[in-house]
């Protein structure tokens, strides 16, 4: 049963070595299929540009409208008097222009057109006897030019409270757009570390079985030499429970390499365990990953998403505190008339300045419940205290981060050349203590344990390189700048 293991064990894992060489997958090509295949990388930057684009949205505020009407009229109603028209026939258009400014007033520039007919009854007509034509006009033109303006007083003076509404959605989703895009680069790193992830756990699965394989020779000599009586049977079962304890950290070491598959996988948005490809050895990785690590990081992305959000609840704050204030607002409106059966006559009064209509006025509006509204801005107030609270916060967070980042960077190379100068020594002794073994000078239970350690040197400097790679990642995906616009 056990040589059925041991078979099983050496078919799997050249089954794995044959997989693996089939292909090149280098980490530049992994992670253009993330970003072409990946649904979480996807999601993120879609939504980064989502948000981008929606920040626009309150530019439409002080953005000019265009408003054009239209409207046949054909009244043949009966009426109460025949003083009144039988029939009233009129084509009523209009254009005008709006705008909100940003410093407060807001602005109207019009034209309203009215072509009337009107049919009037016979009896008025008989009245009026032969000055009827001139009595009554039955076609005419009514034009009128017309601009007005209002302008807030007291709330919103100065635009003051529009620009605080504008800013708050403004804010929010700017705020949106950088955490997204924060999440967007961090789907990125974690894909980097799935990708070493998987090639650590395949250079410890090739550990394994060339741990494996040096005790099975240990074993197979040991049991040559108890045949021959030069050696006790105790020292061939110290040799047999050497080779199962490595069969069992090599089929631990299979598993722990086919979740790295499934990870690495998910991150292209592919369903499958397998991944035939060979990946870059972690040394190469090391060489190709530059990062320059400055002494004190920029605004992180995630930072600068805090600071929005802290505008936005300063925004909300004033937006609503306007409402403690009455709305008096000033009115001010010009109109031209013009009448007349002929259209160029009509247009031509109605610029002039014979028979203009003059307004001025305010209106004034009054909460009567002004303690709801101070207790509501109150509110926001704290809204925003606290945010500035969590902005200190963020940032405290972000400088202890960085500098720990920089120190594990330092400590890791310290830890690197240690471990690798250990590897070397523990290789070294590993070769001479089989000679040493060869020549009757030293016992298998002491080369099993040198094979045992120099295999873990090797496993020990391999996880440095990777916990390297994932630092120098983590750094780059921290100094990212980019926010997710729109290109």
């Given at each position: 049963m056990k040589r059925e293991i041991l078979l099983a064990l050496t078919i799997l894992m050249g089954l794995s070595t044959a997989a693996w060489g089939q292909t090149k997958l280098s980490l530049t090509d992994y992670l253009a299929q993330v970003k072409s295949q990946g649904t979480n990388y996807q999601a993120a930057q879609a939504q980064a540009e989502g948000y981008e684009k929606q920040s626009h949205q309150m530019d439409l505020?002080?953005?000019?409208?265009?408003?054009?009407?239209?409207?046949?009229?054909?009244?043949?109603?009966?009426?109460?008097?025949?003083?009144?028209?039988?029939?009233?026939?009129a084509d009523t258009a209009g254009v005008s222009l709006v705008d909100k400014l940003?410093?407060?007033?807001?602005?109207?520039?019009?034209y309203a057109f009215n072509d009337l007919n009107l049919t009037y009854s016979p009896q008025l007509i008989a009245l009026a006897g032969s000055n009827a034509s001139?009595?009554?006009?039955?076609?005419?033109?009514?034009?009128?030019p017309v601009v007005s303006l209002s302008i807030p007083l007291v709330k919103d003076f100065g635009g003051a409270q529009t620009s605080a509404?504008?800013?708050?959605?403004?804010?929010?989703?700017?705020?949106?757009?950088?955490?997204?895009?924060?999440?967007?680069?961090?789907?990125?790193?974690?894909?980097k570390v799935a990708y070493w992830?998987?090639?650590?756990?395949?250079?410890?699965?090739?550990?394994?079985?060339?741990?494996?394989?040096?005790?099975?020779?240990?074993w197979d000599w040991t049991k040559h030499r108890v045949a021959r009586n030069l050696a006790d049977p105790p020292d061939a079962l110290q040799a047999e429970a050497s080779v199962r304890q490595a069969e069992l950290d090599l089929q631990t070491a299979l598993n722990t390499e086919r979740s790295a598959r499934l990870n690495l996988n998910r991150y292209r948005n592919t369903a499958t365990e397998e991944v035939p490809e060979?990946?870059?050895?972690?040394?190469?990785?090391?060489?190709?990953?530059?990062?320059?690590?400055?002494?004190?990081?920029?605004?992180?992305?995630?930072?600068?998403?805090?600071?929005?959000?802290?505008q936005e609840k300063k925004a909300n704050y004033d937006q609503t505190y306007q409402n403690i204030y009455p709305d008096i607002?000033?009115?001010?409106?010009?109109?031209?008339?013009?009448?007349?059966?002929?259209?160029?006559?009509?247009?031509?009064?109605?610029?002039?300045?014979?028979?203009?209509?003059?307004?001025?006025g305010a209106q004034f509006n009054l909460s009567l419940d002004v303690f709801t509204a101070e207790r509501t801005a109150e509110g926001y107030q704290k809204e925003y205290d606290s945010s500035i609270l969590n902005l200190q916060d963020k940032r405290l967070a972000v400088d202890q981060e960085w500098r720990d980042i920089q120190d594990r960077l330092a400590d890791v190379d310290k830890r690197l050349a240690m471990a690798a100068e250990i590897e070397?020594?523990?290789?070294?002794?590993?070769?001479?203590?089989?000679?040493?073994?060869a020549l009757g000078r030293t016992t298998q239970f002491q080369l099993l344990s040198i094979e045992n350690e120099y295999s873990l040197s090797r496993l020990s400097r391999l996880s440095l390189v990777a916990e390297k790679l994932g630092l120098l990642a983590q750094a780059q995906w921290w100094l990212s700048t980019d926010k997710g616009e729109s290109k």
């Open positions: 505020t002080y953005s000019p409208q265009l408003l054009i009407g239209y409207n046949h009229l054909d009244d043949q109603s009966q009426q109460p008097s025949f003083l009144s028209t039988t029939r009233t026939l940003p410093f407060g007033p807001s602005i109207s520039v019009g001139e009595a009554f006009i039955s076609s005419y033109y009514q034009l009128s509404g504008v800013k708050a959605v403004q804010y929010g989703l700017e705020s949106a757009q950088k955490l997204s895009a924060f999440q967007r680069d961090g789907v990125l790193f974690n894909a992830g998987l090639a650590l756990a395949r250079a410890e699965v090739d550990i394994r079985k060339d741990t494996l394989d040096r005790n099975q020779k240990i060979q990946l870059e050895a972690l040394e190469d990785s090391l060489a190709e990953e530059k990062v320059d690590i400055p002494a004190k990081i920029p605004e992180r992305v995630d930072l600068q998403a805090i600071e929005d959000l802290t607002t000033a009115i001010a409106s010009w109109r031209g008339n013009g009448l007349d059966p002929n259209f160029a006559t009509a247009n031509s009064t109605a610029f002039s300045t014979d028979h203009p209509t003059w307004m001025l070397s020594l523990q290789k070294r002794n590993a070769d001479e203590e089989k000679n040493q073994l």
